[in-house]
């Protein structure tokens, strides 16, 4: 007869070294990406200051406050952009790693939310990039006082600009936050739905947070993220729905 207490601890033991080969999968590649993008970590960042040395008066440039930052920042940057391109890989590892314990319909609808997901934090990413930093960057030049010369330093600006990556990245998940939490049953769409005004004015507050003091700035992060909203909605109410279908043709 098996004995329980070792059976559940040999199944414990092999989720730990399964959980350990699919970190090794995910860190693996991000170190290979990594290695191959050193040789062009100079390139990557002069790419990635594009949107601030544009704005810079003429004969502007960046600098280094630290002995060492024009050596460890862009390898930094690199790394940073090692692990965003490889982001899909590793949320496919962790899919992988907890498909075995969840049910048929389950799986079916986490593949389509990883994509998804994974889909719309470049996509919020990229709008930082290409709308908003350059909006940024040309108020906060227009601002600086007179007699003062703007001479970013690189470390400051990757710290900053790597936090708004983010912070833009996070905001575009509102349409797969919905959803999900709309399957997990710990919201409906309707009641969502009346939530609208609080999350409109709540979407402003967090524009006026995060983008300069300017109406325009703040309406170019508000109104996507509003935009999102609604997708996120119909895309709730569009579950809902199948799931009552469902439920009756079991019924």
Known sequence: MTDPVQQNKESFVSHLVELRNRLLWASGAVLVVFICLVPFAS???SW????????LPDGGNMIAVDPHGTFFI???LAFAASFAICVPWVLYQIWAFVAPGLYRNEKRIVLPLIVSSTVLFYLGVL??????????FEFFAKMTPEGVALTPDIGSYMSFALSLFFAFGIAFEVPVAIVLLTRMGVISAE??????PYFILGAFVIGMLMTPPDPFSQVMLAVPVCL??????LFARRLEKRQAETASEEA
């Open 228 to 233: 999102l909203f609604e997708i996120g909605l």
């Open 191 to 196: 009641g969502v739905a009346k939530q609208r």
């Open 74 to 76: 862009p390898f930094k």
């Open 43 to 45: 390139t990557i960042y």
């Open 127 to 136: 709008f930082a990039y290409f709308v908003v930093f350059p909006l940024i």
């Open 48 to 55: 990635f200051a594009e949107p601030l040395l544009r704005s």
